[in-house]
């Protein structure tokens, strides 16, 4: 588990072919390695990785063609700048919001336009995590947890502070950048929780019905009346 708060930017230093899938070289950037051991996990982009080799500025982790294909890490190459967070420990301040490292699909920036000292980024989703983004709601973009401040369409909008853009690699994004995403992780079991654990397709209830207001309320998480 992570918080989304990342640690530092790091780089690709070389994207090796290993057997059919991928291994990466990265560089840590600022990231203290003094507690980290082998089989420990590293959010690199928000994609939970495990170290399988580490010196004192660097550390490799293999890539299945799964997570290749899933998240922005397939496109990828030497010199690339990429988030990275170290796993939660027991003593870890929740400073963002509970992060898995399992990314649930890539966005897209569509707009970068200056608000004040922030800027102001709109990220087109895949339609299937339309229902998991709420506004007010978290999300974890590249790793970081930010705060969706609207949802207009298939498209969100959040603010970046000046620390983030200077601290992630979000200082280098462009319009037309692919990012990875992971929604909220409450909201992902809510709608399981609520379907009854069963083997009923992902986005109905046990009779086809979706997540609507008197299920809300019949599972006791609202008002039935407001």
């Known amino acids: 588990m992570f918080t989304g708060i990342i ?10 072919p290993q057997g059919g899938d991928q291994r990466f070289d990265i560089g840590i950037g600022k990231l203290d390695m003094r507690d980290v ?20 500025d660097w550390f490799m982790a293999d890539v299945s063609n799964e997570t290749l294909a899933c998240t ?4 990828l190459a030497k010199g690339a700048r990429v ?7 027991p003593t870890t301040r929740l400073g963002g919001h509970l992060v898995s490292g399992h990314v649930d699909g890539v966005g897209e920036i569509v707009s970068l336009a200056d608000d004040g000292r922030s ?28 705060t969706v401040n609207s949802i207009e369409g298939d498209v969100f909008g959040l603010n970046i502070v000046p620390h983030t853009m200077q601290e992630t690699n979000l200082s280098k994004a462009t319009v037309g950048t692919r990012v990875n995403l992971e929604v909220d992780i409450i909201a992902r079991y809510l709608e399981r929780l609520l379907q009854g654990g ?11 019905e979706t997540i609507s ?13 407001s």
């Open 37 to 56: 051991a082998l089989g420990d996990s590293i959010a690199v982009n928000g994609v939970c990785l495990t170290v399988i080799e580490f010196g004192q």
């Open 7 to 16: 640690e530092s930017v790091g780089e690709i230093r070389a994207v090796m």
């Open 119 to 146: 800027v102001r980024v709109m990220i087109r989703a895949p339609e299937t995590l339309l229902r998991y983004i709420a506004a007010k709601g978290s999300i974890c973009v590249e790793g970081i947890s930010l």
């Open 83 to 89: 988030n990275l967070e170290k796993a939660l420990t």
């Open 72 to 75: 922005t890490l397939g496109a």
């Open 198 to 208: 069963g083997t009923e397709d992902a986005h109905s209830g046990a009779a086809g």
């Open 213 to 225: 207001r008197t299920m809300l309320a019949a599972a006791g998480f609202m008002d039935n009346k």
